[in-house]
């Protein structure tokens, strides 16, 4: 069974960075796509950042410019690099992984910033 493990999270003031890492249990190269999702209590879980086993990238738009999903293929690792972080970014995020028409996740970090 495939496990991704998120570690990273904390709490920070706004205007400071994190830098959040996916640990999958299997090679990451087996998946389609890598990346994060966040959600905030009594709201959906919301895409933040992709990334597909050439590299290529997609952010939301809330966070184009502050954030970076990077992957390395031997560290069966992904990361998320949140600078210039804002109160609104409060949420806890997921690792996801997705193989074909399945989805994977780790059970998520909590990323708190304050005012």
């Known amino acids: 069974q495939v496990q991704l493990v998120e570690s990273g999270g904390g709490l920070v003031q706004a205007g400071g960075s994190l830098r959040l890492s996916c640990a999958a249990s299997?090679?990451?190269?087996?998946?389609?796509?890598m990346g994060w999702y966040r959600q905030v209590p009594g709201n959906q879980r919301e895409l933040v950042a992709t990334i597909v086993k050439v590299g290529s990238s997609i952010y939301a738009n809330s966070v184009k410019g502050r954030f970076t999903i990077s992957r390395d293929n031997a560290k069966n690792t992904v990361w998320l690099q949140m600078n210039s972080l804002k109160p609104e970014d409060t949420a806890v995020y997921y690792c996801n992984a997705r193989r074909t028409d399945t989805d994977y996740w780790g059970k998520g970090t909590l990323v708190t910033v304050s005012s």
């Open positions: 299997e090679s990451i190269f087996s998946f389609n796509r």
